[in-house]
């Protein structure tokens, strides 16, 4: 069943406002890092489920996967925010109770782990200077081994 007033509610929210602008061009999913991992996610068919008023997305798990990267806004050739778009619909999912609110809660903490973890790794690599992929795995495993005893959370 669709509800042709669901893009509208989604539109008129902050975050929402620039998706009638969407062509369907598919360069948010072509450019996502998300996508190239996860054949489920897939931007262009979530804006696409949005506009043709598919409230089920609302109950979908792809619109918790987005990494909030923002390339998909970087390369969009209408100024379509879509990592605010789907801001919008976790509130939306949130309200609605699909999901509860420690839910989106959590996916932003794992959203700032990720960053944290990476800004590490960054750091280990710069500092000790490790420039082949083994170094590289090396120093990952090691981070990874670190987390799951509590350090470095």
């Not at 949005?50 to 923002?70: H, K, P």
């Not at 778009?85 to 932003?108: D, F, N, S, Y």
Request: glycine letters at 6%; hydrophobic letters at 40%.
């Amino acid at each position: 069943m669709y509800d042709m007033s669901f893009r509208y509610e989604v539109a008129h929210r902050p975050g929402g406002e620039g998706l009638f602008l969407c062509f369907s061009c598919g360069v948010c999913t072509a450019t996502c890092p998300v996508a190239e991992v996860e054949e489920e996610f897939n931007p262009r068919r979530i804006i696409h489920q949005v506009l043709l008023g598919d409230r089920s997305v609302l109950a979908s798990r792809t619109i918790w996967m987005c990494a909030a990267c923002f390339r998909c806004v970087a390369h969009c050739p209408q100024g379509v925010e879509f990592a605010n778009v789907l801001q919008v619909l976790r509130e939306m999912a949130v309200e609605e109770g699909h999901v509860p609110l420690t839910w989106k809660r959590i996916i932003e903490d794992l959203d700032s782990r990720t960053q944290r973890l990476r800004r590490d790794v960054i750091a280990s690599l710069w500092e000790k200077r490790a420039f082949t992929f083994p170094e590289y795995e090396d120093l990952w495993k090691e981070r990874l081994e670190g987390g799951r005893h509590g350090e470095n959370t």
